[in-house]
């Protein structure tokens, strides 16, 4: 496991005020306006934290989120609700699944094409508020992508189609073909003047912080364990923190794969400039797999996170199979390779990381917060894994 600590930017300044307390309440009411919302369970692990040696494990299990298998939609939603809102004029200050869908402006969003490019959840979530709308939906996939997530894409009524290139050059052809048609670019990247709708995805990621953090009441949590990807949930759910528990501000600890550390590596070179990682990007986090940091959200992460790690897949294995198989009266959780790879961290540093454990200042008194993002999204994959003890 390679660690890298952040002691060099404490003193930087980020305006985090786009994730305050008072927007993620916004942003959670209108998520509580679609018919199928229902908050997601915050699991406490009491007999895996006494067993580790810490106070307490807590994790947020999105495996429930709108029967999509994953916290994703939560981005997607929000950032279309916002296009909506500009282009249709919607005046009203507080959006509701209600307006959206009115009648009123079917004949317009009819005839509108929501494109993206994921490893599966995103564009899972953008498709389904597609066919929510009535409207159409381009989905690209990376080379490799799992069968069950392309099927899951496809029975959206969206279209759906693997490249034969890794996730961020899918990304630049999705960028393409939407600039090219004028179609609507949903994507959580942000580059150039392309700024609104990645923050707006960051704002949605919110409503799963905000839930947690509603459900945790007053306890406090020592450390935050967030897997990234391009680092915008890990970037949203860090700055609603810091707005949360502001000098409480417990520890984070970013998670990537081995072989796709693109906030790792820009964390690394600390020169102000975004870092990327080349080739194929070859692991089983599919969600982690991405090579090119969102600038939002690693500004964020280089003041606020504690620590960056880089694990091996292995590790998510193990955060998998130890939710699979709770410990006495523990909930089970079905997590998948992205879902587990914070809650694997957390033992590999408790089992086998004295070091880092230390340098972390986990013990005794630690309470740790983890997210499973997703739950068997690639169900094959999946029972391969748990199921091998
Ligand atoms: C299940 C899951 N967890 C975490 C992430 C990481 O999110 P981000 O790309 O915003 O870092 C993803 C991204 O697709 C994901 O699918």
């Known amino acids: ?18 994730f305050s307390l008072q927007k993620a309440q916004e942003v959670c009411e209108f998520h509580k306006s679609f018919p199928n919302y229902n908050q997601t369970d915050l699991v406490e692990l009491k007999n895996l934290a006494i067993k580790n040696g810490v106070k307490d494990i807590y994790v947020k299990d999105e495996s429930t989120r709108f029967g999509l298998n994953s916290f994703k939609v939560l981005g997607g939603s929000y950032a279309i609700a916002k296009e909506l809102q500009k282009i ?17 402006y079917h004949d317009i969003v009819k005839k509108m094409t929501f494109v993206s490019a994921t490893d599966g959840n995103h564009g899972r979530g953008v498709a ?13 996939m990376p080379k490799g992508s799992a069968k069950e997530r392309y099927d899951n894409i496809v029975k959206t009524g969206a279209k759906c189609i693997i490249t034969d290139c890794n996730y961020d050059d899918s990304v630049r052809i999705a960028t393409q073909i939407a600039q090219e048609n004028n179609w609507i670019y ?10 609104d709708i990645p923050l707006h995805i960051m704002q949605g990621y919110m409503t799963m912080a905000y839930e947690a953090y509603k459900s945790l009441g007053d306890t406090v949590p020592t450390h935050i364990f967030l897997q990234a990807g391009v680092g915008s949930m890990a970037g949203a759910v860090t700055a609603f923190f810091a707005n949360a528990y502001k000098d409480k501000m417990p520890k984070i600890i970013i998670v990537e794969p081995n072989n796709a550390g693109c906030i790792f590596k820009t964390a690394k070179a600390n020169d102000g400039k975004l870092h990327y990682v080349k080739g194929e990007l070859k692991t089983i986090m599919a969600g982690l797999s991405c090579g090119e940091p969102c ?25 998998m199979r130890t939710l699979a198989y709770p410990i006495g009266n523990d909930k089970k959780i079905v997590s998948g390779e992205s879902g587990a790879a914070g809650i694997g961290t957390v033992l590999e540093i408790l089992k086998h990381e004295p070091e880092v454990k230390k340098k972390l200042g986990i013990n005794s008194k ?11 999204t690639d169900k094959q994959s999946y029972n391969k894994i748990v199921n091998k003890k």
């Open 295 to 319: 600038s939002i959200a690693f500004k964020i992460l280089n003041v606020y996170a504690s620590a960056f790690t880089k694990v091996a897949d292995s590790v998510a294995k193990n955060g």
């Open 1 to 18: 496991m390679k660690v890298l600590y952040n002691n060099k930017n404490k003193e930087q300044k980020v305006d985090i005020k786009n």
């Open 366 to 376: 630690s309470v740790i917060l983890c997210f499973s993002t997703e739950g068997d």
């Open 128 to 140: 389904a508020m597609a066919q929510e709308l009535g409207a159409n939906a381009i989905i690209y």
């Open 88 to 104: 249709l004029g919607i005046e009203s200050s507080v959006l509701s699944y209600g307006e959206i869908t009115s009648k009123k």
């Open 186 to 195: 949903v994507q959580d990247t942000a580059f150039g003047d392309y700024q």
